[in-house]
């Protein structure tokens, strides 16, 4: 089962951030916050992970609470590609590294 | 670096046949998973292996499905027989260990049960 929620659906507008929330409560020491998504018909994509520090690469920007139950993903400029749906998964790749998706969000871009 | 790779793109098969899917993961990498994903939801995780040993297969419906990785490279996932409901998107992705790394996904495999 997954250990993430996130809510069903967002919308954003174009050109504008997209904050995508997930909350993973029971979190452990050694799990890393995943993100992932899916264009339609295609496999999952990685976008970002992170342990405890904010994170920020070409794509988006990760941003995990102090108390690691929480944390979003940020686009900063979003586009029309890039709805989709996005994953939250905690995983903890030194030890068994599995990896479980909940529904995810789906994010749909306006122009 | 190449990807996953995975055959076939597309299949239909009759209800009560039997059916395989094949994953190439990205050289070097020793976990390999697969996952079904049924329309409008999320993947779920049938089976995980670390190189060619077995490390999660609790959702994997035994009584139908087997999967292997003979030599801890390429694997195949069958079903056998098909059920209606068995219809879905089988995903395989790719991890290396030793590090917080990402996994890597194949296109998928569309399977129809008619």
């Known amino acids: 089962d997954a250990k993430t929620t996130q809510p069903p659906s967002m919308d954003c507008a174009e050109g504008r951030a997209a904050n995508l929330p997930c909350n993973h409560s029971t979190i452990s020491g050694n799990e890393y916050v995943y993100w992932y998504r899916q264009i339609h018909s295609q496999g999952p994509q990685y976008i970002i992970h992170?342990?405890?520090n904010n994170e920020t690469n070409e794509m988006a920007s990760l941003i995990i609470t102090e108390d690691r139950k929480s944390s979003t993903l940020i686009l900063p400029h979003a586009t029309l590609r890039d709805t989709a749906v996005y994953y939250c998964?905690?995983?903890?790749?030194?030890?068994?590294?599995?990896?479980?998706f909940g529904a995810g969000t789906r994010l749909t871009v306006k122009p | 670096e190449a990807g996953v790779a995975q055959s076939p793109r597309y299949k239909i098969i009759e209800k009560r046949q039997s059916v395989a899917f094949w994953c190439n993961p990205i050289?070097?990498?020793?976990?390999l998973y697969w996952y079904q994903q049924i329309l409008g939801q999320g993947p779920k995780l049938l089976i995980q292996f670390q190189n060619n040993g077995v490390v999660d297969d609790s959702q994997l419906p035994k009584d139908r499905f087997s999967a292997e990785r003979l030599k801890g490279v390429d694997s195949t996932l069958k079903i056998q027989p098909a059920k209606l409901e068995d219809s879905a998107v089988y995903l395989c992705a790719s991890s290396s260990t030793g590090g917080a790394t990402e996994a890597f996904f194949g296109q998928g495999t569309r399977l129809t049960v008619v």
């Open positions: 992170g342990l405890k």
């Open positions: 050289s070097g990498h020793a976990t």
């Open positions: 998964i905690v995983r903890a790749p030194y030890n068994n590294n599995d990896m479980r």
